[in-house]
């Protein structure tokens, strides 16, 4: 693996991390609040920011066949 696919993999994991920290803040909120907003937006955000995973996952699978 090359130094940039490593760069961009580990690019990719700390915002899909990012991402669930973000749903367990919006969670956090939710009680805090007693709005099911926070936790709305918070698992947009989290499904925002697990994509570019999941393209490098799928990319490296296309790379193998």
């Known amino acids: ?4 696919r ?3 993999r580990r690019r ?3 915002l899909y991390f990012a991402g669930q920290a973000t749903i367990v803040v ?3 909120a939710m009680t ?9 937006l918070a698992a ?8 570019p995973l999941v393209r490098d996952i799928a990319a490296r ?3 193998k066949a």
């Open 61 to 63: 699978r296309r790379v």
């Open 44 to 51: 947009s955000a989290g499904l925002m920011l697990t994509v």
């Open 12 to 14: 990719a994991l700390r």
């Open 32 to 40: 805090w609040m007693h709005s099911f907003a926070p936790m709305a």
């Open 1 to 4: 693996m090359t130094s940039t």
């Open 26 to 28: 919006g969670a956090a």
């Open 6 to 8: 490593t760069a961009s």
